[in-house]
């Protein structure tokens, strides 16, 4: 099992940058596809993007692409998504998630561990 502590949440101006860390425990998160989703108010859940076991591959949603970089490393056990052009439609809780596989997924389904979530508000 894996243990998922999200931080860097908050308030940031429209085009402004903030990046999100997720801490993991356990000496296997080299072994685990890494993924960010994010949730609104009155909304699913939806995919943001996602990180192969080793780092090299990378999916990002649509609306985030150019805009949102995730990256892992696998010795400090940590995932990041750097976010910059901070949209007000960007407000969300951001959640962490784990994956068993070999694949990347952008379905919240495929997704075995996921963290608290963290804040992230941004406004006009």
């Known amino acids: 099992q894996v243990q998922l502590v999200e931080s860097g949440g908050g308030l940031a101006q429209a085009g402004g940058s903030l990046r999100l860390s997720c801490a993991a425990s356990g000496r296997t998160f080299s072994s685990y596809i890494m993924g960010w989703f994010r949730q609104a108010p009155g909304k699913e859940r939806e995919f943001v993007a996602a990180?192969?076991?080793?780092?090299?591959?990378?999916n990002y949603a649509d609306s985030v692409e150019g805009r949102f970089t995730i990256s892992r490393d696998n010795a400090k056990n940590t995932v990041y998504l750097q976010m910059n052009s901070l949209k007000p439609e960007d407000t969300a809780v951001y959640y962490c998630?784990?994956?068993?596989?070999?694949?990347?997924?952008?379905?919240?389904?495929?997704?075995?561990?996921w963290g608290q979530g963290t804040q992230v508000t941004v406004s006009s």
């Open positions: 990180i192969s076991r080793s780092g090299s591959g990378t």
């Open positions: 998630a784990a994956r068993n596989g070999f694949v990347i997924s952008t379905s919240r389904t495929a997704y075995d561990y």
